[in-house]
T-cell receptor
């Protein structure tokens, strides 16, 4: 399944399917992007990051894609598991003031 | 190694009171950032400290303040509490300034403040 982070805050997928969580960032000068996962009752946890000189980066079961032309970032989760149920945040950094700017988050629900 | 520790985890205050929240970063981490998290506003940056100096500040009123000690532990204080201050306050530490690309934020579990 797919979602646009700010327009569809909830994404529901079947266990075993691939998930795609989208994020539209605001600043064309942003040069660093990061994804965090927040489970209920916990603080956000780092998943993966990418610099603007790359358009793809892979981790364990996760891939981040960056499209600078349309200022779009996506997180792909392969073979989604119940433990992936959480709120996923993207964040951008423009480098000047070193502050991360966070999206509102997308809630991922994995159905067994 | 121990993660980021925040205390207290839960607290209830009344309007007009003040509150102090504490954060112990990961050993060796020198940067500490504070965030306010609410359902409607998401994660809002409060401030960041590095080597006992405030490096960055978000758009919060002066009622919100913080400090960092020589051992990198940090506290934040909110005075004259308002109902709207009810939120989860998150602390995060990193080796260096967050967003540098080489040093990601490690978050604590947060302090959940309820203002009645």
């Amino acid at each position: 399944g797919e979602s646009v982070g700010l327009h569809l805050p909830t994404l529901s997928v079947q266990e075993g399917d691939n998930s795609i969580i989208n994020c539209a960032y605001s600043n064309s000068a942003s040069d660093y992007f990061i994804w965090y996962k927040q489970e209920s009752g916990k603080g956000p946890q780092f998943i993966i990051d990418i610099r603007s000189n790359m358009d793809k980066r892979q981790g364990q079961r996760v891939t981040v894609l960056l499209n600078k032309t349309v200022k779009h970032l996506s997180l792909q989760i392969a073979a989604t598991q119940p433990g992936d149920s959480a709120v996923y945040f993207c964040a951008e950094n423009a480098g000047n003031n070193r502050k991360l700017i966070w999206g509102l988050g997308t809630s991922l629900a994995v159905n067994p | 190694k121990a993660g980021v520790t925040q205390t207290p985890r839960y607290l209830i205050k009344t309007r007009g009171q003040q509150v102090t929240l504490s954060c112990s970063p990961i050993s060796g981490h020198r940067s500490v950032s504070w965030y306010q998290q609410t359902p409607g506003q998401g994660l809002q940056f409060l401030f960041e400290y590095f080597s006992e100096t405030q490096r960055n500040k978000g758009n919060f009123p002066g009622r919100f303040s913080g400090r960092q000690f020589s051992n990198s532990r940090s506290e934040m204080n909110v005075s004259t509490l308002e109902l709207g201050d009810s939120a989860l306050y998150l602390c995060a530490s990193s080796l260096d300034t967050p967003g540098s690309g080489a040093n990601v934020l490690t978050f604590g579990a947060g302090s959940r403040l309820t203002v009645l």
